[in-house]
């Protein structure tokens, strides 16, 4: 058996809305769930002659067999689980705070906590509720679409986790899952796996094969679902990723209205020493083939001069879309090193850092580069030692 149990680098905030989910699947676990799995089913329920219509019982059964088979809570998943044969907004949501079992409950909440850490820092508290519920619909929504007349409800909440888990594989390709690796009683330990491996293989090992071998809902398990979830997590990053870089970012620097602002523009402004007006130009600059124009060592020029003027936010910007516009070449390396310079100067924002300077190692040009990340992952090793979670086992 092979089972995620933590990942590293965590991000440095409290992730609150983590724990809150965590918190309301346990309560509705323990305050619902057990108490309704030890009820037999009323008799006067409504709800009754269509479940057992929807299990393929013909005719009328005794009151004994119905308290021998059946339980409260089966009731209770039938109404509130989403049935995609019976649209229901309200179950739309509920089904994803139902589980089936203390191990469906217990597997889903893992996964949410190892995955929920990074992505909620990433988005923000907010954003990150209101994309959890976003996955959770649109997993639903994907796995109702193969099984419209399926009267049989889902619950869980794996389709909403499984779009976080979208977002960490896009996000934090570098970080790494630590492991339980249990093959009784020849081998237990732990492995630090990287985290793409440990994402991919869920997807298209624990997922993708059963729904293309056994449909949406194989062998009880939604795979649909699973999948719709991630995928919504992938789009939800590209997203992000592409309203982030097309955001205008104002630099303190004075502009000069002198000469119009084009990329052919920018070199003229630095040769002339009009270092404020250019970045402000190359900020402006909002489709890639424009900020490509303009020379590398150009370009990496301004964010330093934006770094030296306290222009953080900015800085990191050109330094970001450089990455973005030019994923192979020269000054790589130092877009990489400079952006985790200036991630790290806020602790909160290690992770990220971690990243970027990992990148600026990998690429290094000159051993001086590769020096001064080191130097910053071991500044990172530091904090995470000083927080009590290490970032290597």
Known sequence: MFLPIDDSPKAG????????????????????????????????????AEYLRMIGVPGPVSYDLIREQLTAYDLLIFRYGFRPAHFDLLSLFSSL????????????????????????????????????????????????LFVSGSNVPLVGASGAISGVMGCYFLWFPRNRVKVLVLLFPFIITTLMIPARWVLGFYLLID????????GASGAGVAHGAHIGGFLAGLGLVLVTNR??????????????????????????????????????????????????????????????????????????KVFRRFIVDRPTGPGLDQAYLAAGKLLLQQPRYATSAYHYLLAAIDLASTPAIAAEARAGISRIEELQRRSGRPLLP
């Open 97 to 144: 705070f139902l589980h089936a079992g203390f191990f469906h409950l217990a597997g889903n909440l893992l996964f949410l906590y190892i995955f929920g850490n990074n992505v909620e820092h990433r988005l923000g508290p907010l954003k990150y509720l209101c994309a959890y519920l976003f996955f959770g619909v649109a997993a639903t929504l994907f796995f109702a």
């Open 13 to 48: 905030s409290f992730p609150r809305i983590t724990w809150l989910l965590i918190g309301i699947n346990m309560a509705v676990y323990l305050g619902v769930s057990l108490p309704f799995g030890w009820r037999p089913p009323a008799l006067d329920d409504p709800l009754l």
């Open 207 to 214: 997922n993708l094969l059963p729904f293309l071998a056994f």
């Open 243 to 316: 309203l982030r870089l097309a955001r205008p970012v104002t630099a303190a620097a004075n502009w000069s209205t002198a000469t119009p602002c084009s990329p052919a523009s920018i070199p003229q402004a630095v040769a002339l020493g009009e270092l404020g007006a250019a970045s402000r130009c190359y900020l402006e600059l909002e489709q890639s083939r424009q900020r490509k124009a303009v020379p590398a060592a150009t370009a990496l020029a301004l964010g330093d001069y934006l770094m030296e003027q306290g222009e953080h936010k900015a800085a990191l």
